[in-house]
């Protein structure tokens, strides 16, 4: 299921996908396009008030019914609480990848001034990491001719593309690579697939861009779930919003990067998202943990989850491979 949120918009809707959206508006400055990509579900090991919050194992659809509920009812306020203009942004439900498993994610894009629109992509991408308790949020910049990440958008020709047939191609080309299992985000009928490099310049894929998109070709070709195609393939910028939990437990990293007027606006959006998710968890028997995480539970949070499976890609890659850093 994808939904989403009907906005006034500077160029062709979302639901037309990525491609669409670059053919038809180009990226001129006063017409820049970023897109955030997120959860809803709280960072894993992060050490709320009430305790952690387990969802490993939990179904998709339980996992849905949460994200579509804070899709609605919070999504439309943290936009206004960091004072983004409604007609600058366009938003999407939609199924998203992470070290090989596929979770209900949400998507957002801001279109207008370079800087205006990065300005408030950062922001926004903190208001919405300090709201949900997130370790990251992803920004992705279309807009730039000097990006170093290579992005491969894979479409669905059939017009089929869900969380299943989604992560039956995910499950597919990290078969061809194991580094194509880091992660995805949709976008109306495309994959969008993302060669993020790490601090140190490596990618977490441990693919170099050419066999990072071939890889993606020879899946798309090779796929026999439903029809796919490369649409689409080049250069943009990715970076990561960040808050480290574990030695930022009050989330003063995003905290730092909004004003006081915004986070006292924030403030109530945050308790409505506890009561969301108390309620969801009791409804839906998540475990529940301690209210302080321990080191082990922390560990469990993107980074470590990251660094292993990076590991795991340079491995299958044989000693020949690249070392990576960290």
Not at 219 to 230: L, R, S
Request: hydrophobic share 45%.
């Amino acid at each position: 299921m994808m939904q989403r949120i009907s906005i006034p918009r500077l160029c062709i809707p979302l639901i037309g996908g990525l491609t669409f959206w670059l053919a038809a508006c180009g990226s001129s400055s006063s017409n820049h396009l970023l897109q955030l990509s997120f959860e809803a579900m709280p960072g894993a090991g992060v050490a709320l008030a009430q305790g952690t919050v387990d969802t490993q194992g939990a179904d998709y659809g339980e996992k849905e019914a949460f994200t579509q509920q804070v899709f609605n009812e919070l999504f439309p306020d943290i936009v206004t609480a960091v004072g983004i203009d409604s007609a600058d942004i366009d938003s999407e439900l939609s199924p998203g990848g992470f070290l090989l498993e596929t979770n209900p994610s949400m998507q957002a894009q801001l279109r207008g001034d370079e800087a205006a629109a990065t300005a408030d992509s950062e922001r926004l991408a903190a208001a919405l990491g300090y709201v949900m308790y997130q370790w990251s949020v992803l920004i992705t910049d279309f807009g730039t001719d000097v990006g170093d990440t290579r992005y491969v958008a894979i479409r669905f020709t059939g017009g089929d593309l869900n969380a299943t047939s989604a992560q039956e191609f995910f499950a597919f080309a990290a078969g061809i690579e194991s580094g194509l299992g880091g992660g995805y985000s949709v976008f109306g009928d495309e994959m969008l697939f993302l060669n993020v490099r790490g601090d140190d310049g490596v990618p977490f894929s441990g693919l170099d861009d050419d066999v990072f998109a071939q890889a993606l070709g020879q899946a798309a070709a090779e796929f026999t779930g439903t029809a796919v195609e490369v649409a689409e393939s080049g250069m943009v910028i990715a970076q990561f919003i960040e808050n480290d939990w574990d030695s930022a437990s009050a989330g003063q990293e995003y905290r730092a990067r909004l004003d006081a007027a915004m986070l006292e606006a924030l403030e109530p959006l945050r308790v409505r998202f506890d009561q969301l998710l108390d309620a969801a968890s009791a409804e839906y028997g998540w475990p529940r943990g301690a209210a302080e995480a321990t080191i082990e539970e922390t560990r469990r949070g993107r980074g470590a989850e990251l660094w292993r499976w990076r590991l795991g890609a340079e491995a299958s890659r044989g000693p020949g491979a690249a070392m990576l850093g960290h």
